[in-house]
Nanobody, 119 residues
Framework: QVDVVESGGGAVQAGGSVRLSCATS????????MGWFRQAPGKEREFVAS????????YYEDSVKGRFTVSRDNGKNTVYLQMNNLKPEDTAVYYC????????????WGQGTQVTVSS
């Protein structure tokens, strides 16, 4: 059974920080790239950040560069998203996804965690 569980969301004021965690089980974590996505009310789900299976290749969506940091611990089967200097436009449900190396689509998704940034 595959489990992907996000945690760490909550309400924060603009300029604050939140650290999201995504704990996984049921698949070989070290063989999967991991991504963070978000979906704001009335909007499509959008890419936020990703890390390759080894953690050596990382991508960020332009609006979060310099503010968000994605990292992973292959020993704990967990990926993290450190979010600093949060803005109201970062308010969304944040989702974690797992993608097999070489695959084009994500195989597994979590249920999401809400992050609300107030001005």
């Amino acid at each position: 059974q595959v489990d992907v569980v996000e945690s760490g969301g909550g309400a924060v004021q603009a300029g604050g920080s939140v650290r999201l965690s995504c704990a996984t089980s049921g698949f070989t974590f070290s063989r999967y790239a991991m991504g963070w996505f978000r979906q704001a009310p009335g909007k499509e789900r959008e890419f936020v950040a990703s890390t390759s299976a080894s953690g050596g290749v990382i991508y960020y969506e332009d609006s979060v560069k310099g503010r968000f940091t994605v990292s992973r611990d292959n020993g704990k089967n967990t990926v993290y998203l450190q979010m600093n200097n949060l803005k109201p436009e970062d308010t969304a449900v944040y989702y974690c996804g797992a993608r097999r190396m070489g695959a084009s689509a994500y195989d597994y998704w979590g249920q999401g965690t809400q992050v609300t940034v107030s001005s």
